[in-house]
């Protein structure tokens, strides 16, 4: 069965410091990768994903996740955090061994907390 | 770009009464949907898959007759919460995807459930 842990529930970063989120997976095969941030009281707006090819993968508003095939990871960066950064992102694991309705499945979440 | 609209975004309703949710994909055909709730600070948990034309595919735990699931097009999937109870107060979200494992999810707004 796939999973994702998100090991940190909280990260606190200064504006204009480099930012991590962490992201472990587990699944039987090669995986599809999501990062997506959610606003209060508002769905999840996607991020980035990997899917094959380059492990950097880039992403909206400056976002960028790397793949490490070999720690099972996807660790969600950013070079200059912003205040507007704030908010809470999920990491998402889909098998794409299985057909197009495949599940999603969702870490637990990070908060994340930009201070001026 | 692939728009998901959810209506409605907030509902109160009694205890013992029917409240539907509706998932429309404005852009683009969804061949599936999927359904989550999520609970305060925490993260999305899946409810149902939803395939258009067939009957969703139910996560363990998940009550299929106190949850219905619809998905009658390629660009609507409704959501009915029967007899609604204080317990079932939560925020729900849709998603769709285009049709392929290696596509993101996009996702609606989310519908306040408040039963009371």
């Known amino acids: 069965a796939q999973s994702v842990a998100q090991p940190e529930d909280q990260v606190n970063v200064a504006e204009g410091n480099p930012l991590t989120v962490k992201c472990t997976y587990s699944?039987?095969?090669?995986?599809?990768l999501f990062w997506y941030v959610q606003y209060p009281n508002r769905g999840l707006q996607f991020l980035l994903k990997?899917?094959?090819?380059?492990?950097l993968v880039k992403g909206s508003y400056g976002f960028e996740a790397e793949f490490n095939k070999s720690q099972t990871s996807f660790h969600l960066k950013k070079p200059s955090a912003l205040v507007s950064d704030s908010a809470l992102y999920f990491c998402?694991?889909?098998?794409?061994?299985?057909?197009?309705?495949?599940?999603?499945?969702f870490g637990s979440g990070t908060r994340l907390s930009i201070r001026p | 770009g692939a728009v998901v609209s959810q209506h409605p975004s907030w509902v109160i309703c009694k205890s013992g009464t029917s409240v539907k949710i509706e998932c429309r994909s404005l852009?683009?055909?969804?061949?599936?949907m999927f359904w989550y709730r999520q609970f305060p600070k925490q993260s999305l948990m899946l409810m149902a898959t939803?395939?258009?034309?067939?009957?969703?595919?139910?996560e363990q735990g998940v009550e299929k007759d106190k949850f219905l699931i619809n998905h009658a097009s390629l660009t609507l999937s409704t959501l009915t919460v029967t007899s609604a109870h204080p317990e079932d107060s939560s925020f729900y979200i849709c998603?769709?995807?285009?049709?392929?494992?290696?596509?993101?999810?996009?996702f609606g707004q989310g519908t306040r459930l408040t039963v009371v």
């Open positions: 998603s769709a995807t285009k049709g392929q494992s290696n596509t993101e999810a996009f």
């Open positions: 699944v039987s095969g090669n995986p599809y």
């Open positions: 990997y899917i094959t090819g380059d492990n």
């Open positions: 998402a694991v889909r098998d794409p061994q299985y057909s197009s309705a495949s599940k999603i499945i």
């Open positions: 852009d683009f055909q969804a061949t599936t």
């Open positions: 939803s395939n258009e034309g067939s009957k969703a595919t139910y």
